[in-house]
């Protein structure tokens, strides 16, 4: 990335004066020294937190979410480069074993996470991860895998983006509003709805969106080509080579905005499920959307109840070294504008480098 001039840096957004610094510490060949300076002030667990790895060559014609996008399959293949020269790369397993064994993790422990279960993860992300000998985390909504559907907050995106009606009315968010002709313009409205609808309950979500299909003629099918979910052959043959697998609800619902029983039902079915289907039990879980409004002590209860050993928030981050159970862990988002310097920056020094995720559903 090229440095912005002086008159640049000082207009620019906190974002793009991050960029700046990154690029700096990259040219000058500084961001491994100061790594190195911060491992040895604090000792804590760096969680990177991934939804897909694609390449998109257009992105106007890319009719899902290009913000769960988190890198081209060269961007993460550079990514896994570094962290395997730079850091110590495991499994949630690692940190299990280590507090119960009464010993350390290797020094500047990172561990590679998934979050939703998308079939690119299989396809791009995973023949890259074990090649280089870097094992992952994926935490998957088991429905999805059974049932091959679109999730649903891809779906409202991949409606919002392709239907001919030229208005978007939602009574439950008192919304009332002309939709652009613009896919880009579209895409606009999609992250605003999106950031909306996570004022709803669960029940509601469900309701807005199945109306929108039936209004627009949009039902949602099973395994569309550009959004599909991985499968149960894949995964076991991931968990087998190595990965880690980790639930993520059932139907990626947003555990505190369930009823009591419905919560406990999600999180202790989408166990059963996958110690059922996989050759070893799992032990973690992943909250969907993950936002301090997305979980809460009740979640973590059931968790707790269900089995899970560790939870992962989306909230941004890095967590001490657990030395006990832990559930709310924090994890650091990679997204696909991300450059090298920027992510080697990001991994070296997060406080400096992490910023609230403009909008991720987890």
Same mark, same amino acid.
């Given at each position: 990335?090229?440095?912005?001039?002086?008159?640049?840096?000082?207009?620019?957004?906190?974002?793009?004066?991050?960029?700046?610094?990154?690029?700096?510490?990259?040219?000058?060949?500084?961001?491994?020294?100061?790594?190195?300076?911060?491992?040895?002030?604090?000792?804590?667990?760096?969680?990177?937190?991934?939804?897909?790895? !694609?390449?998109?060559?257009?992105?106007? =014609?890319?009719? $899902?979410?290009?913000?769960?996008?988190?890198? +081209? @399959? /060269?961007? *993460?293949?550079?990514?896994?480069?570094?962290?395997?020269?730079?850091?110590?790369?495991?499994?949630?397993?690692?940190?299990?074993?280590?507090?119960?064994?009464?010993?350390?993790?290797?020094?500047?422990?990172?561990?590679?996470?998934?979050?939703?279960?998308?079939?690119?993860?299989?396809?791009?992300?995973?023949?890259? !991860?074990?090649?280089?000998?870097?094992? =992952?985390?994926? $935490?998957?909504?088991?429905?999805?895998?059974? +049932? @091959? /559907?679109? *999730?649903?907050?891809?779906?409202?995106?991949?409606?919002?983006?392709?239907?001919?009606?030229?208005?978007?009315?939602?009574?439950?968010?008192?919304?009332?509003?002309?939709?652009?002709?613009?896919?880009?313009?579209?895409?606009?409205?999609?992250?605003?709805?999106?950031?909306?609808?996570?004022?709803?309950?669960?029940?509601?979500?469900?309701?807005?969106?199945?109306?929108?299909?039936?209004?627009?003629?949009?039902?949602?099918?099973?395994?569309?080509?550009?959004?599909?979910?991985?499968?149960?052959?894949?995964?076991?043959?991931?968990?087998?080579?190595?990965?880690?697998?980790?639930?993520?609800?059932?139907?990626?619902?947003?555990?505190?905005?369930?009823?009591?029983?419905?919560?406990?039902?999600?999180?202790?079915?989408?166990?059963?499920?996958?110690?059922?289907?996989?050759?070893?039990?799992?032990?973690?879980?992943?909250?969907?959307?993950?936002?301090?409004?997305?979980?809460?002590?009740?979640?973590?209860?059931?968790?707790?109840?269900?089995?899970?050993?560790?939870?992962?928030?989306?909230?941004?981050?890095?967590?001490?070294?657990?030395?006990?159970?832990?559930?709310?862990?924090?994890?650091?988002?990679?997204?696909?504008?991300?450059?090298?310097?920027?992510?080697?920056?990001?991994?070296?020094?997060?406080?400096?480098?992490?910023?609230?995720?403009?909008?991720?559903?987890?």
């Amino acid at each position: 990335m090229s440095a912005m001039s002086q008159a640049e840096s000082a207009s620019a957004t906190p974002r793009s004066r991050r960029h700046f610094m990154a690029a700096v510490l990259w040219r000058t060949r500084l961001v491994s020294l100061a790594a190195l300076l911060r491992s040895a002030l604090r000792r804590d667990l760096r969680i990177l937190a991934y939804h897909r790895v !694609l390449n998109i060559d257009d992105e106007d =014609a890319f009719e $899902f979410d290009l913000d769960l996008v988190s890198a +081209s @399959a /060269r961007q *993460f293949r550079e990514q896994m480069e570094w962290i395997r020269r730079h850091y110590s790369p495991i499994r949630f397993r690692d940190v299990i074993e280590a507090w119960e064994q009464g010993r350390s993790l290797p020094p500047r422990p990172v561990i590679v996470t998934f979050d939703d279960g998308y079939d690119d993860n299989y396809r791009i992300a995973f023949p890259i !991860l074990r090649e280089l000998g870097v094992p =992952a985390t994926f $935490f998957v909504s088991t429905g999805h895998i059974d +049932s @091959a /559907r679109v *999730f649903a907050y891809d779906w409202l995106v991949h409606m919002l983006l392709r239907t001919g009606a030229t208005r978007l009315r939602i009574e439950e968010l008192q919304i009332d509003e002309v939709l652009p002709d613009s896919r880009r313009q579209r895409r606009s409205v999609a992250a605003r709805l999106l950031d909306r609808m996570k004022w709803l309950d669960a029940d509601a979500q469900s309701t807005v969106i199945e109306r929108l299909e039936r209004e627009w003629a949009m039902p949602r099918a099973p395994g569309h080509p550009d959004c599909r979910p991985m499968s149960w052959d894949e995964l076991r043959e991931m968990q087998a080579a190595g990965m880690e697998i980790g639930s993520h609800g059932i139907w990626h619902n947003m555990l505190a905005k369930l009823p009591s029983l419905a919560m406990h039902a999600e999180v202790a079915g989408s166990k059963a499920a996958l110690d059922r289907e996989l050759e070893r039990d799992v032990e973690v879980i992943s909250y969907p959307v993950g936002g301090q409004d997305a979980y809460d002590e009740a979640v973590i209860e059931a968790a707790r109840e269900s089995g899970f050993r560790l939870g992962c928030s989306y909230v941004a981050g890095t967590s001490p070294v657990p030395r006990q159970p832990e559930f709310e862990l924090r994890r650091l988002p990679i997204e696909r504008h991300m450059d090298q310097a920027w992510f080697a920056s990001l991994l070296g020094i997060p406080e400096a480098f992490t910023y609230p995720s403009r909008r991720r559903i987890g």
